[in-house]
């Protein structure tokens, strides 16, 4: 980390994470080789994780304790109270949230976001694409948003669309007094807080990927059913109408409107799946029961073939056990057919 000049603290990098022992290091050591000009925090908000995720943030923060600032609450706090509470304690003039199995890209990340909300004190909110990293059999686009062209949005554009990635967002601390009672019921993290900090200024967009973004079955959007994260989106806008007394309430009709247009489209496409499902499956039975015709016709076959084969050797058999007097057992036909059958 390149060396700080002294005063308050201009960028926080809110962290917060839970059994993330496999990724936290490297979250750590991408905020720590941020080259920036200024003085700069990492505060760690980690909770009471059931593996060494605790352990290795206090020996970052031993090594480093000028830049880093770990909350180590004694019980497990959840998600959100997670947050909220390491939030508080940030003391930039800007923050930037990383979750504990992201990273930084590019070391000048936060000095350009920051020189770039300098610039721009109209601008509430800088963000920029994300790198994503996919795991656990989860596909998708390599970078998202993959196709945001505008410099500049609005509350408006963000209440219509989640397009601001966590890791890629920096935004100016305290434009409302504290975080609303209804926040931890979201469960939607940093989309219900850029809408609240949005309201306070535009959004500023860089095109250039600076920071990964972990996709996998641990994550906690990822890891959700779509049935879960819709009825979690809608509560979250009534809270957000509610809390702006309805101003907004012309776009949250619309996000709900082309949110059930979206869903009706699944559910269209769902209903062909089925029908093409249904389909292969009649299909399925048809070849079954050929399958099952053929194996009876060859069971008769091989019975008829056989029962001719052997017909003048019973006969010679049967002459020849007279003329000794003795009794012999026979094969049945179709018994020889079988062995004949299984030995093919």
């Known amino acids: 980390m390149s060396e700080q000049a002294g005063g308050e603290i201009k960028v926080s990098v809110c962290m917060v994470t839970y059994n993330h022992e496999r990724y936290i290091a490297q979250a750590i050591e991408s905020a720590l080789a941020q080259r920036v000009d200024f003085p700069l925090e990492i505060v760690i908000g980690e909770d009471c994780s059931t593996d060494r995720t605790r352990e290795i943030v206090r020996d970052f ?38 979750e504990g199995d992201d990273y930084f890209l590019n070391p000048n990340k936060l000095q350009i976001q920051a020189d770039k909300l300098d610039e721009r004190p109209d601008w509430a909110i800088h963000f920029h694409p994300v790198k994503c990293i996919y795991s656990d059999g989860i596909t998708g686009a390599d970078v998202w948003p993959d196709n945001f062209d505008r ?49 306070h200024g535009n959004i500023g967009f860089t095109k ?53 247009h979206w869903l009706m489209h699944e559910v269209d496409q769902a209903r062909v799946v089925n029908q093409y499902v249904e389909g292969l499956e009649s299909e399925n039975r048809q070849l079954t029961e050929l399958n099952e015709r053929y194996e009876a016709m060859v069971d008769m076959t091989s019975y ?12 010679f058999r049967s002459r020849l056990d007279k003329f000794l007097g003795r009794e012999v057992p026979e094969e049945a036909p179709q018994d020889l057919a079988t062995r004949l059958k299984r030995a093919a």
């Open 304 to 315: 008829r073939v056989v029962r001719e084969i052997m017909r003048p050797w019973k006969q």
């Open 208 to 260: 250039e990927p600076m920071s990964a973004y972990r996709k996998h079955a641990g994550g906690l959007w990822t890891g959700m059913d779509r049935g879960r994260q819709l009825m979690l989106t809608f509560r979250m806008f009534s809270m957000i109408d509610h809390h702006f007394g309805g101003k907004y309430r012309d776009e949250i009709y619309k996000h709900r409107y082309n949110t059930l």
């Open 61 to 98: 923060a031993r090594r480093y304790p000028e830049t880093i600032r770990p909350r180590l609450p004694s019980k497990n706090q959840g998600g959100s109270p997670n947050f909220v509470n390491t939030f508080a304690e940030c003391r930039g003039k800007y923050v930037v949230i990383l």
């Open 151 to 199: 410099e500049e949005a609005t509350i408006h554009d963000l209440l219509e669309d989640n397009f601001i990635p966590t890791s890629g967002c920096m935004f100016r601390n305290r434009l409302f007094d504290r975080l609303p009672d209804w926040f931890t019921q979201t469960n939607l993290g940093d989309w219900p807080l850029n809408i609240l900090n949005a309201a």
